[in-house]
C-alpha cells in the first residue's frame, strides 16, 4: 500500500467519511499507467470493431480481451480516483490490482499474438488490414503497459519503496 498515492491517509481517514476525489493518484505511476492502458485498451478494441471481425474467430477472442480488461481498468481507475478503495479497506486492493494486472500482460500477450497472425496483407478489404494491424500494434504496446503495471502493483503489494521508519508513522492530528 506504500506505493499507492493516498496511502498515509488510509490510515487517518475513518472509515464513516465520504471518499474525496484524489488527483495525486494521476499523477504516480500506477494512475499513469491505468490512464494510459484505458486508452490504448479502447484503441485495440474499438479498431477491431471498426472492421469486419464477425467473420474471423480469432478477432472474438481479441475484442473479449481488451474489452474486459478495458473496463476491469476503468472500474479499478474509478475506485483510486474517487478513493473507494479507502472506504472498502478490508479489500487487500494492492493484491488485486497485481493478480489483475498479471492476468491481463498474459491474455494480452495471448490477444496480440493472435490478432498479428490473423492480420493477412492480402486482404481484399485495404481498410480492415489497415486497422487489424494497428490493433495488433496497440495490443502489443497495451500488453507492456500491463506488465510494467504488474512492477509497480508488486511493489505496492509488497510495501516497497518505503523504510521502516516511514510505516510506522501515523497521524495524530
Do not use: E
Amino acid at each position: 500500500m506504500a506505493g499507492l498515492p493516498g496511502a498515509a491517509r488510509a490510515r487517518s481517514a475513518s472509515p464513516g467519511s465520504p471518499p474525496g476525489l484524489d488527483g495525486s493518484f494521476l499523477l504516480s505511476p500506477l494512475g499513469g499507467l491505468m490512464c494510459a492502458q484505458a486508452v490504448l485498451g479502447l484503441l485495440v478494441w474499438s479498431l477491431i470493431a471498426a472492421t469486419t471481425y464477425h467473420l474471423h474467430a480469432a478477432y472474438g477472442w481479441v475484442m473479449f480481451v481488451s474489452l474486459f480488461f478495458w473496463i476491469l481498468t476503468l472500474l479499478f481507475l474509478v475506485t483510486y480516483l474517487l478513493q473507494l478503495h479507502q472506504k472498502f479497506y478490508m479489500i487487500p486492493w494492492p493484491l488485486l490490482l497485481m493478480i489483475s494486472n498479471a492476468v491481463a500482460t498474459v491474455l494480452y500477450l495471448t490477444a496480440f499474438v493472435t490478432s498479428a497472425a490473423a492480420v493477412q496483407p492480402t486482404s481484399w478489404r485495404q481498410w480492415d488490414y489497415n486497422r487489424r494491424a494497428a490493433a495488433s500494434f496497440f495490443a502489443c504496446v497495451t500488453m507492456i503497459t500491463y506488465g510494467v503495471s504488474t512492477f509497480f502493483s508488486f511493489r505496492a503489494w509488497k510495501g516497497l519503496g518505503s523504510n521502516a521508519a516511514t510505516s510506522q508513522v501515523t497521524d495524530h492530528a
